[in-house]
């Protein structure tokens, strides 16, 4: 067998001022041909998976471009179809192939293209033709749209948020595909759309116990091939957008299509219990100065970059300063210029500085002070399980007692190493501020004493009644209250 893989990713929220061009591809992951590390990144472990599986059968993989940016706003035209047809071309010399195993996102929107991913595995298929298996990886923070079921012959989405298991759902991507092209079965897709938007955590219930029943069905129904949710990203105002139940059967589609509805009406009975209650940020700082243990966790929401924002809020810090705390730690603000500024002053110096909250309305004041430079580091990284996340040049600088990261490169706060990295004990604070909605929880939840879900301004659109939308479906909840009517009753 010869099957040739790559991967093409990211998430856009199309809120956000952040455009993506070439050069944030290349920050955060751009690897050629044959130039992938042995670790997956997020969007990429169908290739690292693939090397195995290929290596045990004998056969070949032919390795198409991997390439991944960080959450943000629009991609940039020129440099999607740059990418596109940089993979595109590589496929089209690999031919003839039995299979194309791809890593994707599901969120990607660029100028001019508002289904990327259906753009890209449309001509796919056309280069490939109908009879060669197409399938892909995907985060279930995406958009499931007509073309993409059209063009691929299965997908397997990540379960867990926090997305923990990305090479495990690699793993089942790779074992479907082998024994599709062993001829022992025959993939097939029911859709079932929700009619719905919300933040699924996985962490907590209803959403565990959905998860733990899906992943059991999938081990005791033969039929049953894979089980995913698709949750939607409620930031991505396009015509497909919202919460679908994809099941994939072995040649079974009438029991797919039944099995994706009942389990897909399930889910929208629970509909605004799955997202862990927030507090604003005057409660989160007074209920973590009061605790008994620390670290006390400042979950920073809303200013997450992984759902595409600046990562540049100071309402917490400034609720901080304004109320006198120290022995706190705050990672991070995005402020490539201040970076620059503390790299040019060095480690010990004391500067004036302003940084933070420069990107949009609704992300605070920006902070004026002086400062100690602490620590620099070049091309920091932080944990995210096996992976490694880099968060760019970064400065370690102290204000009124309070320890503040600053970088350069946008990142959610994955893992406490973030701290450790830049000289910060994080187990020696009393408060630690971080910019994440729940791909924290994994880690940080086992250094933590108490968790606090904080929302602070408004960086990221986050309810969808109200939200703005141009293109997204209006016919689905919260907008109105029961878009199913009649039909979810007769379930």
Known sequence: MRIFTAALATETNTFSPICVDRRAFEASLYAPPGQHPETPTLCTAPITVGRRVTREKGWELIEGTATWADPAGLVNRVTYEELRDEILGQLSAAMPVDAVVMGLHGAMVAAG?????????????????????????????????????????????????????????????????VETLEGRIKPDMSVFDCRMID???????????????????????????????????????????????????????????????????ELFSKRGTFMVPQIDEKEAVSRAMTATGWPVVIADVWDNPGGGTAGDATVILGELIARG????????????????????????????????????????NPVDGTVKVVKLVKNAEMQFGESLAPFGDAAHIVLDGIDIILNSTRAQSFDPSLF????????????????????????????????????????????????????????????????????????
Not at 116 to 125: K, M, N, Q, Y
Not at 222 to 239: A, K, Y
Not at 329 to 353: H, K, N, R, S
């Open 113 to 177: 293209y508002e289904d990327t991913e259906g753009d890209l595995l449309s001509r796919i298929r056309e280069i490939v033709g109908p009879d060669v298996l197409i399938c892909a990886e995907l985060d279930p923070h995406s958009h499931l749209t007509a073309k993409r079921v059209a063009a691929l012959n299965f997908a397997v989405y990540f379960k867990e948020f926090p997305h923990t298991d990305f090479v495990d759902r690699a793993e089942d991507l790779w074992r479907i595909a």
């Open 420 to 491: 450790s990295a830049m000289g910060i004990d994080p187990a020696r604070q009393k408060i630690l501020v971080i910019k994440s909605t729940n791909h924290f929880f994994a880690s940080f939840s086992k250094i933590a004493a108490e968790i606090l879900y904080c929302s602070a301004g408004t960086p990221y659109p986050n309810n969808p009644a109200t939200t703005p939308y141009r293109r997204a479906p209006k016919t689905i909840w919260p907008i109105i209250a029961d878009p199913h009517g009649p039909e979810r009753g007769a379930a």
């Open 199 to 265: 933040v699924f955590p996985t962490s907590r219930e209803p959403m565990r116990s959905f998860v733990d029943k899906i992943m059991q069905i999938e081990k005791d129904d033969p039929d049953v091939l894979s089980i995913s949710v698709i949750h939607g990203f409620m930031v991505g105002d396009v015509p497909e957008m919202g919460t679908k139940l994809l099941v994939v059967t072995d040649n079974k589609p009438e029991k797919g299509a039944a099995l994706a509805r009942e389990l897909g009406l």
């Open 325 to 364: 705390v120290t022995s706190a730690a705050i990672g991070t603000i995005w402020d490539p210029v201040a970076v620059q500024i503390c790299f040019a002053a060095g480690e010990g110096a004391e500067i004036p500085l302003r940084f933070g909250a420069k990107s949009a309305p609704g992300t605070g």
